[in-house]
């Protein structure tokens, strides 16, 4: 069976770059493949070649814009065992290998919570009712989680979850559920995903902040991000003001935030890859800030 990472760089050559710099992150821990997807809009830098097993050219899809094409992942995918990671994430700790191990069996894996009331899926674009949305689509509760990071196996359970994103798509909640995102014409994925797997009834892994497959960037207020120590360690301020220390494997740099630490990893990366630095002036990301909220505490 075989495993594997794949990423989306679509639209703008800009993400391929970032993708190149997550490839040379898991290169250099790990010997799983790992594969992009690109449409005709991106032009495949050459020198990318060695980084990525397979470059797969994906048509457009007639209504899917940018992080909705997260839906498509289990027909692009060339893997039984797939771990999607956002380009803008870098691979920090070999203890990757213990993830693999734990979500192995599981159709569909994520990091987060079951959610029933208060805000959900929140960020400076906008933010949904958990209550609401769960009573206008009769499910038992919302997974909250942040679709940086998604595992899922070639299963009919786990094809079931990305049916079941499209059907929300394109079904008449679509505003209802998710909110206008970055670009134009796209949807936040996160609300597609996170209500079809609380109707499904797919209960997200919820691991202790320092036990973390993913650490996401988003309002830290210090850390240490060392590759070569496999030391990844963020505090993060909570919505109530307090600091909560959080760390892991994969850190996700949300609209490449903090950018100096991005770019001061991802070149050395491409130094020792030889392979030239990224020109940080093209470079002007939408960054958001973003609350996660349980059952009457917001204090995450």
Not at 131 to 148: D, E, K, V
Not at 241 to 263: K, N
Not at 273 to 284: E, H, I, S, T, W
């Amino acid at each position: 069976m075989t495993e594997g990472y794949i990423a989306l760089a679509l639209d703008d050559d800009r993400y391929l770059d970032i993708a190149a710099n997550l490839a040379l992150s898991v290169r250099r821990l790990e010997t799983r493949p790992i594969s992009v997807v690109v449409n005709r809009a991106v032009r495949f830098n050459p020198a990318y070649t060695p980084l990525f097993d397979q470059v797969i050219t994906a048509p457009d899809h007639p209504s899917l814009r940018g992080a909705m094409n997260k839906a498509r992942l289990f027909d692009l995918t060339p893997y039984e065992r797939t771990l999607y990671v956002d380009a803008d994430c870098l691979l920090f700790s070999p203890r990757i290998e213990f993830f693999w191990r734990k979500y192995r069996g599981h159709a569909f894996g994520v990091e987060g919570q079951k959610q029933t009331t208060g805000p959900a899926f929140s960020c400076s674009l906008g933010e949904k009712d958990a209550a609401a949305l769960c009573s206008l689509l009769n499910i038992p509760y919302l997974s909250a989680f942040n679709a940086g990071v998604m595992y899922f196996e070639r299963t009919a359970e786990s094809k079931a979850v990305f049916d079941q994103v499209q059907a929300l798509f394109d079904g008449p909640h679509r505003d209802a559920i998710s909110y206008r995102y970055k670009h134009a014409g796209e949807y936040a994925d996160e609300p597609f995903f996170g209500a079809a797997l609380g109707a499904l009834g797919i209960a997200p892994f919820e691991p202790p902040p320092t036990q973390r497959l993913q650490v996401t960037t988003p309002n830290i207020v210090d850390g240490v991000m060392n590759m070569e120590m496999g030391d990844l360690r963020v505090v993060k301020k909570t919505a109530s003001g307090q600091e909560r220390l959080w760390s892991g494997v994969i850190c996700h740099f949300c609209g490449l935030a903090p950018m100096d630490t991005y770019f001061d990893l991802a070149d050395k990366l491409r130094r020792d890859a030889n392979l030239p630095p990224m020109d940080r002036a093209k470079f002007n990301p939408v960054l958001l800030t973003t609350a996660e909220h349980r059952e009457a505490d917001s204090a995450s």
